[in-house]
Structures are given as C-alpha cells and as structure tokens.
C-alpha cells in the first residue's frame, strides 16, 4: 500500500450582512461580525482512495443542498460522491442552507449558496494538493460541567425543555450529557500537525443578530495557540440533540458572561463561548502529547440511505395546530397561550403538524461514514440525541468512532423512544416517528462493519 497521507484547508465563508440567521422562531437578520465562519477540510488517501472530511461553521444545509454541493466538490477534484464528508457544528450565529424555514426567514441567501458552492470547492481542491505523509495516533478525556441535557421531568410530571435556571419546580433531567472529548492527532511530515477534536453539545450560547462561529472556533483558536502554530485544529460536533450550555444548578461564578433572552429564557453571552472552548480545548490538549499510535490502514467510505417513517399528525390535531401556526406567521405569538421555550414548542409541534399533513408517510435519510484504518468518522443527516452517538460509538467495530451531527444533511431532530412518550421540543417537532434511534444505530453500525471488513 502507498503512504498514508493527510490534507489540510481552512477557507472563509463567512457571509454578507443582512443574510437571515437561522436556529430560532423569531426573525434574525445579520448586523455584524463577532468572528469569522470557517470552512475546514481535512484530505486523507491511502495511496489509492482519497476522501475529504469538512467541518463548517453553518448552523445547517439541508441534504437537497448537500447534494449539489457534493457533486460541485467531485467535479472539481474528481473524488466520488461517497467519499464527500461534509458536516456543520450547527452556530446558531450563522446562517441556514437549503431549508425551507431559512429561506421564509429573508432575502439574501441565493447569492450565499453560490458562493458558499464555490468556496467548497476551492477547499476541498486545496486540501488534496496540501496531502503530506502522515501518521494517526488517538486519546480520549471528559470536559465538565460544558453539555448539560436540556430535557427535564418536573415535580407535576411534565417535561420541559430549558425550564429554567434553579426553577424550584425541576425534579430531574432526563438523561445525562457525554463528556468525552475524542482527538485524532494526524503526524504530519514536514507540516503542521492535523488535530480533531469531537465533543457534543448545542453551539446556541450567543444569540443576537451578530454572525458567529461559536464555541466551536474557540476550541480551535485555544488549541492552536496553546500549541504555538505548529497545529490546525478541526472540531466536529457529536451528537448533541438534547443537550445544550444551560446548567439548571449553577455553582458560584458559573453565570458569569450570561445574559437572559428574553425571547426563550435561556442565558447567553459571547464570554460564555469562550469559556466553552477553552474547557473542551483544555480537555484535548490533556490527551494531546499522550495520543495512542494506531495503524492507519486503508481509506474508505460508504453512504446508506434510510428509509425511516414520518410522525404524521392526528386529524383532530389539526385545527389547533392550524391556529397557532397561523398566528405565529401572523408575529402574534402573544396570542398563543404559552411562554419562553414552551411557546417554541408549541409552534415548533404546530409547523411539523401542517408540514406532515398529508405527507410523506416516509423519508430518506443519509448515513454518511468515512474510515482511515482503525479510526471512523460516523455521520447522521440531523440532530441525534445523545444516546444514539452512545449506542453507535459502543456498537463501531473500529477503535475509536468520531460521530458527527448534520453530515451531508440537515433533517431535523432524532430523538430516542423514550422521548415521544414524554413529550418536549424536539419529539414534538420531530419529522421522524418514534423508533428512529434504533434505525439510526443500527443502520450506522451495520454500514460501519462492513467498511471494516
């Protein structure tokens, strides 16, 4: 076999003022810069196959975009469409690609979707031509108390999504967040390292009208300063559906650089996004110099496609469903009896009731994998719960499996079983009908095996 090699790009792709941010239920137009978006792209080849891995800093792209997307990136390098990786650490500072609800949101994204096209194209064609000797070595550790499951029981037995901070009316979360960071060190001959970082939770901890990348930048600026610009780093975003920054029970000092929004009730800053990365960046620089050699091995890739059921809604839902997404269109959410994030809910259940009215009684769904020896990038087209990264990282006959969120697609929420039993934001607003965790899992792990083999 030829020489492992490894590939590195980062371009800007950060957009104009007065692109619509997507990520909330009220209308956000962009009014200035906090920090750049980045395109990042690793290239890995074996001598034979070669893949590219992108990390952007989009909130999403929906999997129609993917497509012209991907087969723009295999024109210009000649690569095939399975082997294109593309994820989204989902900034809720940034822009929406190719969904329905970023487009009502405002004009301007037509000429970001060209010229984001372009942009991955070019990064793509770069990171191939920067392909270096490499080797690949791994490490694992935990950041604390930075994800925080955002589903709670409360004391009368409803669930709640972000109920709010020391509410004396929370019995308990209903789960617990993974905290582990994963890093894949890529050695490279005569060039800067390649260092991946994987954690999961939500990039929603700014708000406002000001374009952001998020924690996810911080992670990355924290570990190649630390490293003095002898690395560039990538972060990929885990399976982070139902987990967020918001800690019910702070300790002393933990709401520093937090503001509440009153739109939601939940408390951001730009500060707080800082702190973030720094906790997740710290966690892998832990692990950095102790990373374990592995064998690289061959490259490959696959892409599965998952027919999975639609949660379609009950005819005597409907005329509720109606009103309050009517009024909601209308900007009179004051009409609607409920407040904060049960307000969000309730529209968000509504939107998926007309949406699914009369169909489909079915999707098709991207599972997306690329593995480089006994190290695999695991993707799903949405946002999983944790639980599903869980299942599927215990599950992957490789040695260590990055899962990523919104790879090659952005189809909404994937909640566990569990979920639609209990109710909450993401169950309720769900395309997908309850059983999607397991399809998910299995369908990843079963596609996951066979890359092994």
């Not at 000797?133 to 709670?152: L, N």
């Not at 997740?280 to 490259?299: D, N, R, S, W």
């Amino acid at each position: 076999m030829s020489e492992f090699k490894v590939g590195f790009s980062r371009v800007d792709i950060t957009p104009p003022m007065g692109i619509p941010i997507a990520g909330y239920f009220v209308k956000r137009i962009a009014d200035g810069v906090l920090d750049n978006l980045d395109a990042n792209c690793i290239a890995v080849s074996d001598g034979k196959k070669t893949a590219v891995l992108f990390s952007l800093d989009l909130i999403s792209i929906g999997q129609k975009k993917m497509d012209i997307y991907r087969a723009g990136i295999s024109k210009a390098t000649g690569l095939p469409y399975e082997a294109i990786y593309i994820t989204c650490t989902h900034t809720h500072t940034g822009p929406s690609v190719g969904r329905s609800e970023s487009e009502a949101l405002g004009a301007g994204l037509a000429g970001y979707d060209d010229f984001l096209g372009t942009r991955l194209a070019d990064a793509a064609t770069f990171a191939i031509a920067d392909l270096s000797p490499a080797s690949i070595a791994i490490g694992r550790s935990t950041a604390k108390r930075v994800a925080f499951i955002r589903r709670y029981r409360m004391k009368d037995g409803s669930i709640r999504t972000n109920p709010g901070v020391n509410n004396p009316e929370i019995d308990a979360p209903i789960g617990t967040p993974d905290e582990t960071v994963q890093v894949v060190r890529f050695k490279r001959c005569c060039k800067p390292e390649v260092v991946v970082v994987n954690f999961q939770v939500h990039p929603d901890v700014i708000g406002g009208c000001k374009i952001s990348a998020d924690y996810p930048r911080a992670v990355r600026e924290t570990v190649e300063g630390a490293l003095g610009g002898k690395v560039r780093c990538v972060f990929f975003n885990g399976t982070q559906g139902d987990t967020n920054h918001v800690c019910t029970d702070p300790q002393p000092g933990e709401l520093e650089g937090l503001d509440l929004d009153s739109f939601d009730d939940v408390a951001r800053g730009y500060e707080h996004s800082q702190h973030m990365g720094r906790a997740i960046a710290g966690a892998a620089l832990q692990v950095y110099g102790k990373c374990e050699p592995v064998p690289a091995g061959e490259v490959n890739y696959a892409q599965t496609t998952l027919r999975v059921p639609s949660q379609m809604p009950k005819p005597e839902d409907m005329p509720l469903a109606i009103k309050y997404n009517e009024l909601h269109k209308a900007g009179r959410d004051d009409e609607i009896p409920f407040k904060g994030m049960q307000l969000t809910t309730v529209v968000a259940e509504a939107g998926r009731m007309v949406r699914l009215e009369h169909g489909p009684t079915h999707f098709d769904l991207y599972l997306s994998a690329v593995s480089i020896g006994e190290v695999a990038f695991a993707g799903f087209p949405g946002e999983p719960f944790t639980d599903i990264g869980r299942g599927t990282k215990a599950a992957s006959p490789f040695k260590m499996t990055v899962t990523c969120c919104l790879t090659n697609g952005s189809e909404g929420y994937f909640p566990v079983e569990s979920a639609y039993a209990e109710g909450g934001y993401e169950a309720r607003s769900s395309n997908f009908a309850a059983g999607i965790a397991d399809l998910l899992i299995n369908g990843q792990v079963a596609q996951l095996k066979k890359l092994k083999n």
